[in-house]
Every structure is written in C-alpha cells, then in structure tokens.
C-alpha cells in the first residue's frame, strides 16, 4: 500500500536553531516527491518538487533532498514567520498525491 | 502570479441538504483535483478530473459526490446528500500536466449539522 510517514509530529525551534523534517515513502513508481507549507485555515503553499535520488532543491532558508526512500526537508536558521505545518506528499504512478499527516514547527524568538 | 480560487470559503449545512462547492482553475491548467481534510488529520485525495471526465478517484468518492466543469472556468464538487463526517475543509487543486506541482486554492470549510 502506498504511504508517506512524517517525522517528528511537532518541532519547537528557538530562532536560529536549524533542524531537519523527515519524509519516509513507500509508493509504486514515484513520479514526484513534494513539499507544502500550510498556515492554519489555509490551502497547502508549494515549495519544492524532487524527481529523483540525489535531487536538491533550496529556497531561502529551506533545502529539500530526495533518497530512494526518504526526504528531508533542512531548516536553516528558522525565524518565527516560518513557524506552519510542513506536507510532504508523493505521487505514485497516477494522478493523485498522498501526504503525510504533517510537522507542525514552532519557532520561537 | 496566477492562484486557484475557491468559493465559499465557509459554508454551514444541515445534514441531508445539497451543497456545491466551487473553483476556479488557473487558466492554463488541464488537470484537476478535489482533497479534503478533516481537523487535525491529514489531506486526502478525492478525485481527479481531466478532459471533461474524471480520471481517477478514492473509496472516499462514493456516489454521493460528483464533479463537473460547467462552463469551461469554473470546476464544482457537489455533495447530494450532506452528512455529519463530510464536515472538513475541501481544497481544489490543479495542474497543466499530471506530473507536475499541483496548485491548491484556499479551501472551502464545510460544516454540516
């Protein structure tokens, strides 16, 4: 059965503390590993699409890397304003994406 | 820079009544998604449409759920018969190729008592 399983559930960050989220798949025939930002309330924000092992993409102080089995998503020196709920979804060899339930980050100042 | 748009952004039903939700895809797009997500738990897929038809759905999708594109902008995702567990938020989403990012609007919060 395909899933992604995120990991830690919750991360309390003091500014400028860098830490790392982890999105563990299993899907038949991945056709794309993507990340999401949602704020209470809101839709899911895109910020990264991987393809394939090896892949790195970087956004301001975020990086996100993609292995055969996992990706993590780096924090580099977080602020409070990227305090939100991080989405990893993956999209098996069809149309649909499935997410992982979330890690909900609190960066405090 | 291009958004999906969804309306209402909250809507109160009473249970057994008809509701329609309602999107508008970014213009270029083809293909297109309805997710819902209960409180506190995750996003789950709904259907994907393509073409005038859908293309893919979940167990969630049950005959009590339809979708169309009446006009050629708007995209709607109809509940026939509203029950308590369909109370969530309904996010439309949408993308030019399958195997690209798809866009989510804002999302509709329904809530049925």
């Known amino acids: 059965e395909d899933q992604v399983t995120q990991s830690p559930e919750a991360l309390r960050l003091q500014e400028g503390e860098s830490s790392s989220l982890n999105c563990s798949y299993t899907?038949?025939?991945?056709?794309?590993l993507f990340w999401y930002r949602q704020d209470p309330g809101k839709g899911p924000e895109f910020l990264f699409t991987l393809y394939s092992a090896g892949e790195e993409k970087e956004k301001e102080r975020l990086k996100a890397t993609l292995t055969k089995k996992e990706s993590f998503l780096h924090i580099t020196a977080p602020k409070p304003e990227d305090s939100a709920t991080y989405l990893c979804?993956?999209?098996?060899?069809?149309?649909?994406?499935?997410f992982g339930t979330g890690t909900r980050l609190q960066v405090f100042p | 820079e291009p958004e999906v748009t969804q309306t209402p952004s909250h809507q109160v039903t009473q249970m057994g009544q008809e509701v329609i939700l309602r999107c508008v895809p970014i213009?270029?797009?083809?293909?297109f998604y309805w997710y819902r997500q209960i409180l506190g738990q995750k996003v789950e897929f709904l259907v994907s449409f393509y073409n005038n038809e859908i293309s893919e759905k979940s167990e969630i999708f049950d005959d009590q759920f339809s979708v169309e594109r009446p006009d050629g902008s708007n995209f709607t995702l109809k509940i026939r018969s509203t029950k308590l567990e369909d109370s969530a938020m309904y996010f439309c989403a949408t993308n030019r190729d399958a195997e690209e990012t798809q866009y989510f609007g804002p999302g509709t919060r329904l809530l049925v008592l």
């Open positions: 899907v038949s025939g991945l056709r794309g």
């Open positions: 979804a993956a999209s098996p060899n069809t149309d649909k994406l499935i």
């Open positions: 213009s270029n797009h083809l293909y």
